[in-house]
Every structure is written in structure tokens, then in C-alpha cells.
């Protein structure tokens, strides 16, 4: 059996260790963008703060691959024939018996002039250089200025960056919410004043327009001196070359709930699936850690010949000068039928409703509950006994 892997993250290193396990004499391929082994983007803040060393972001050395006699190539894939089973990269062909495309996500790349000089948040390469910012800048004898465009999770991650070193931040979101897709206004409002507890300034509908020699041009016509400006506005998975495949591709890679795409032997894990979510009974996108490390080990046992369907509840979570935001399950307000909203002296707390069930909940500084919470989430209980 010849299995071949696209994206060398998470889920597709997982996958290649749990069929090795299984199937000591297949060949399996993992086709990386990427010239790196296995590291955890979850750990690359704690990196970046110089809480661990780069050495210990990486999960698997080169020799791990050759022990496990898997063959990790540097390649970018640019086009799929699944009639012949073979994927085209920008140096080779590959051929396959079954696919995975863990391909993870794109980073949402903004276009105005000047962009190119944004910090983006998604690779081990782009931490080096943003902590080649903060190295450049940790002498300065006045605040260095930078803005943040997003509202989400990486955007989050810049402001605990920018905010541990006291620099100047400001956060321009399009809308007028952070979270725009899991918050409602309490949650955002709770943010936005515990962000300017720390000087960080919120502009709301603001865009910036340009960015060209240290001037930011914002879409009110302000003109700002900004030393950087970081991104985090999203990621996209809906490769170009798998939908000229003819596999379904939505926001992300369309597959059932034993992650098996519509095209036969070609499946999907991780943040690039679009997976058929028994819990919520929808098609949900899913980009957290738990979440890929789950189905690829599930996966495993499915491309050899099980069929399992995949449920879990999971979360993603993180911290923002000391506020807590937890994410767990199917966070996607626009699709709640309905949103139980639970507020508390100094938090929020949302808990999303599907088909009379409770599928999802947003915790802002609400920590205490998250167990308790997943705990209703995982039973399914209906959201009119919440
Ligand atoms: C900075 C950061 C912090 C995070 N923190 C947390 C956290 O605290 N908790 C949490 O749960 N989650 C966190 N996440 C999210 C988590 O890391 C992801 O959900 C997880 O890594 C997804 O794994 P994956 O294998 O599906 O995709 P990825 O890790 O994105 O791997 C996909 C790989 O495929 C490659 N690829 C794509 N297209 C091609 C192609 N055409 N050819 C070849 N290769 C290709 C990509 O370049 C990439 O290397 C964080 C993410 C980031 C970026």
C-alpha cells in the first residue's frame, strides 16, 4: 500500500505515525511546503516570549522520519489527478493507493500597498521574525508603535507580544467586534476594556488602506507613524488545485464524519477539513490543536480499513494579558439556532445551541466552567435545560 501525505503538520505527521504503527511494510510520503520537521505552532508564543528554547518547538527530529522509514520531501503540490492517482509538485509526481490532504490552512493575506512588510503569524519562520522585531526594538528609549489588524486568536497573540513590552498598540478591526464569529457585543466589550486597561487602543470599521514608509493610511483618512503592523485576519483551506480535482472544496476540504472526501481514497484531517459533525449535524471547520491530533489518529485506522466516525469536543484556548478566552466545540454564531448567554460579574459566557442541542460554548474569563461545560456539550444536553 502506498499512502501519501500533503502537509507535514499535526495531522499529517500523526497520520504517517499511527499507519506506520499499523502497516510496518507500506510506503508513506509526506509532501511538506514547509522545510522543516514536525513543530508545534501551539508552542511558538512561548518561543517567541523566550519561555522555550527553538530546539524544543520541534516535535520530531529527521531521524525520526528515517527510523520510521517515511519519506518526508520538501515539495509544494500544485495539481491532483485523482484518475491516476497522482499529485503533481513543483519538482516531482507522486503517485498514491490513498491520500490524505492535511494541508492545514493558508494565512488570509492582505493587499493594499505596502502589505508585503506585514507580520504574519502561522510558521516557525514567521515567529523568527517577529521576534527579530522584538530583539530590534528591545533597546529603544521610546515605545516603538505598531498596529494589529484582526480580532481573532493570532491577532490576540500579537497584543500579549506588543503588551508584555509595553509598546505602543493599536488593534484595527473591519467590524465593530473582536471574535466577530464567536463573540456577541458583552464578550467583545469585556476584551476591548481589559485591552485598554493595558493602553491597547481599539479602532472599530477601520481599515488600513496603505502603509508606506513607516505611515499607516487608515480608512477614515488618518495618517498614523507606525514602526509594524502584524495581521491576524484568518486562514483559507479552500485549495484551488483539490477543487480542479474534483473534490468538493467549501471554506475547506468537504468530507463525511469518517473524514472521507467525495473522490474514493482521498481523505481529509485537520484544519483544512470540512467534516461532517454528527454532534451539530453540519459540516463544521475546525482549527485547533486537539481537533487534528484526534482525527488523524482516527484517520489511521479508517485509510486501513475501519470505519469509524469522528466526535469530539474540543477547545482552543488562550490567555491575553492575563484575560482567558476559551473556545470550545462549534463556536460559529451564524449558525446557532440559538445562544444562551450567561453573564457574570467579571466575565461572559455563550453557549451555542444546534437542533435543540447544545454543540458550543465561548468563555471569557470564565475558565471555572470549561469542564463543566464540555462536560453538557459532550452529552448532548438540550440547550432548554441550560
Ligand atoms: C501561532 C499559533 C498558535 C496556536 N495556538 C494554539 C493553541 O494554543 N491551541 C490550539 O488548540 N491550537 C492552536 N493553534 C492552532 C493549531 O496549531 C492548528 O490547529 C494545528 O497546527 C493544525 O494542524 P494541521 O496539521 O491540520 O495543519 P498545519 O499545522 O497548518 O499543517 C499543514 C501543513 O501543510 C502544508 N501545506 C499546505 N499546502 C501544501 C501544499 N500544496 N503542498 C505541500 N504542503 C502544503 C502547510 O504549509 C503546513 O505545513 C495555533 C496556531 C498558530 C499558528
Known amino acids: 500500500m502506498n499512502y501519501l501525505i500533503i502537509g507535514g503538520g499535526i495531522a499529517g505527521t500523526t497520520t504517517a505515525d499511527e499507519l506506520r504503527k499499523i502497516d510496518s511494510d507500506a510506503a508513506i ?59 503533481t509538485g513543483s519538482n516531482s509526481n507522486y503517485e498514491y493507493d490513498k491520500l490524505l490532504i492535511a494541508g492545514g490552512g493558508i494565512v488570509n493575506k492582505l493587499s493594499f500597498p505596502g502589505s508585503e512588510e506585514i507580520l504574519h503569524f502561522q510558521t ?23 498596529g494589529i489588524i484582526g480580532g481573532g486568536f493570532i491577532a490576540m497573540e500579537f497584543a500579549e507580544f506588543f503588551g508584555e513590552e509595553n509598546y505602543e498598540t493599536q488593534i484595527f478591526l473591519r467590524k465593530d467586534r473582536f471574535f466577530s464569529g464567536s463573540f456577541d457585543d458583552n464578550c467583545s466589550q469585556i476584551l476591548e476594556n481589559h485591552l485598554a486597561k493595558w493602553q491597547i487602543k481599539t479602532h472599530k470599521h477601520t481599515e488600513i488602506e496603505s502603509y508606506v514608509d513607516g505611515i499607516a493610511k487608515l480608512s477614515d483618512g488618518t495618517e498614523l507613524e507606525l514602526d509594524a503592523i502584524a495581521a491576524g485576519v484568518g486562514l483559507s483551506s479552500n485549495f484551488q488545485w483539490a477543487a480542479d480535482a474534483g473534490i468538493e472544496v467549501n471554506k475547506g476540504i468537504v468530507c463525511n464524519e469518517f473524514l472521507e472526501t467525495n473522490v474514493p481514497d482521498v481523505y481529509t484531517a485537520g484544519d483544512c477539513a470540512e467534516f461532517f459533525d454528527t454532534m451539530s449535524k453540519q459540516h463544521v471547520r475546525i482549527g485547533n490543536w486537539m481537533n487534528a491530533l484526534m482525527q488523524s489518529r482516527l484517520l489511521a485506522k479508517n485509510m486501513t480499513g475501519e470505519k469509524n466516525a469522528f466526535e469530539l469536543v474540543s477547545s482552543y484556548s488562550t490567555k491575553v494579558m492575563g484575560l482567558d478566552i476559551v473556545s470550545i466545540g462549534v463556536t460559529n454564531a451564524a449558525k446557532a439556532d440559538e445562544i444562551v448567554e450567561r453573564p457574570s460579574d467579571d466575565g461572559h459566557m455563550l453557549i451555542f445551541g444546534k437542533n435543540g442541542v447544545a454543540v458550543g460554548a465561548t468563555l471569557v474569563n470564565q475558565t471555572k466552567e470549561r469542564a463543566r461545560i464540555t462536560k453538557l456539550i459532550k452529552e448532548r444536553t438540550p440547550i432548554s435545560n441550560i
Open 29 to 87: 510520503t509526506i509532501i511538506s511546503n514547509e522545510k522543516h520537521p514536525l513543530y508545534s505552532r501551539v508552542i511558538l508564543p512561548h518561543y517567541i516570549t523566550g519561555k522555550v528554547p527553538r530546539e524544543r518547538v520541534f516535535l520530531k527530529t529527521t531521524e525520526w522520519y528515517t527510523d520510521n522509514n517515511i519519506d518526508l520531501v520538501f515539495d509544494e503540490v500544485v495539481s491532483l489527478d485523482t484518475t491516476t492517482k497522482t499529485v
Open 124 to 146: 516557525i519562520d514567521d515567529a523568527d521574525k517577529i521576534l527579530d522585531l522584538l530583539v530590534k526594538h528591545a533597546n529603544d528609549e521610546t515605545k516603538p508603535r505598531v
